[in-house]
């Protein structure tokens, strides 16, 4: 089936679930994507799905795709640091990817490949209903938040992440973990856009 097909059927498939367990299900039944024929395992989602902030980055790399869970190598352990400084755990995040699936050796995914994965990631952040959405590095702000410019302009500014279904969810697009490894005088930046997703969670907490 062509690819564009494939993001039809996606689109579809995405609607039918009515929970995230039927989504995880949905996912892990779907062939559309060639990505999965490579990969070891789905990578659906980790920490708490009731939590009032919601995390996606790109794709799972190589740890996180021996061990089914996103964000557990290296810039996991720096996320978990992250999240520790402004008061957060896994048990008080949702976790995912735009990408469900490792691409082979961590290439970039192809736009078709996004655009097939795209209704399975919407999909999870309207039934996951967060308060806060957190794009984590470019390839996710440009799915979720239509960015047009770099991740270095993009970041620090509440966006508007919205659904299918007519939610308007509160988005703070940041650095991703990778990223600030590789960069860590960055680090001042993602510590500025960590406060104001802290400031913002207090103010809706006490709302």
Not at 33 to 56: H, I, Q, R, W, Y
Not at 127 to 134: E, H, S
Not at 175 to 182: K, N
């Amino acid at each position: 089936m062509p690819d564009e097909a494939q993001a039809l059927r996606a689109r579809e498939l995405a609607r039918q679930a009515a929970t995230l367990a039927e989504l995880r299900d949905l996912l892990a039944g779907f062939d559309g994507c060639n990505l999965k024929s490579t990969a070891k395992t789905l990578v659906f989602a980790d920490g708490n799905p009731n939590a009032g902030v919601m995390f996606v980055g790109e794709a799972p790399g190589r740890d996180e795709d021996l061990e089914g869970l996103p964000f557990v190598g290296r810039s996991g352990r720096l996320l978990d640091r992250m999240l520790a400084a402004i008061g957060l755990t896994r048990d008080s995040a949702y976790i995912a990817n735009v990408i469900p699936w490792r691409p082979p050796g961590n290439r970039t995914p192809t736009p078709l490949e996004t655009e097939i994965c795209r209704p399975f990631i919407e999909r999870q952040i309207e039934l996951a209903n967060p308060k806060v959405l957190i794009t984590l590095g470019g390839p996710s702000a440009k799915v979720l938040l239509h960015a047009q410019e770099g991740i270095l302009k993009f970041r620090g500014k509440w966006r508007t992440h919205e659904t299918a279904g007519g939610l308007a969810v509160p988005a703070m697009p940041t650095l991703h973990p990778a990223y600030l490894l590789r960069n860590p005088a960055h680090k001042r930046l993602a510590w500025r856009d960590f406060l104001e997703i802290k400031a913002k969670l207090r103010d809706l907490d006490a709302g």
